[in-house]
Nanobody, 124 residues
């Protein structure tokens, strides 16, 4: 089992920045790929960014490419999502997830462990 806890969400004006953290406990965090997903009211959960177990591979949704950066510190069992140039359409609950190092980072189905989510609200 891997337990994930997100933090760092909040209210920010458009153009601002936030840094989300995902603290992992339980099994060895470095054994897992990690992803960030988000879900806005009335919409399906969508992929935001993913990073391989070693940190050597990253992948981003087109909507956040160039604005968001995913990273991880396996020594600290923590993953991060740096979000810059935030837009109102980035408003959602953000979830971190961990999954076995196989398959596509974008595939929601690959992730067996999920955090409880953290709210990000971007005002215009």
């Amino acid at each position: 089992q891997v337990q994930l806890v997100e933090s760092g969400g909040g209210l920010v004006q458009a153009g601002g920045s936030l840094r989300l953290s995902c603290a992992a406990s339980g099994r060895t965090f470095s054994n897992y790929d990690m992803g960030w997903f988000r879900q806005a009211p009335g919409k399906e959960r969508e992929f935001v960014a993913g990073i391989g177990w070693s940190g050597g591979v990253t992948y981003y949704a087109d909507s956040v490419k160039g604005r968001f950066t995913i990273s991880r510190d396996n020594a600290k069992n923590t993953g991060y999502l740096q979000m810059n140039s935030l837009k109102p359409e980035d408003t959602a609950v953000y979830y971190c997830a961990a999954g076995a190092p196989m398959g596509s980072l974008r595939d929601l189905r690959k992730y067996g462990y999920w955090g409880q989510g953290t709210q990000v609200t971007v005002s215009s």
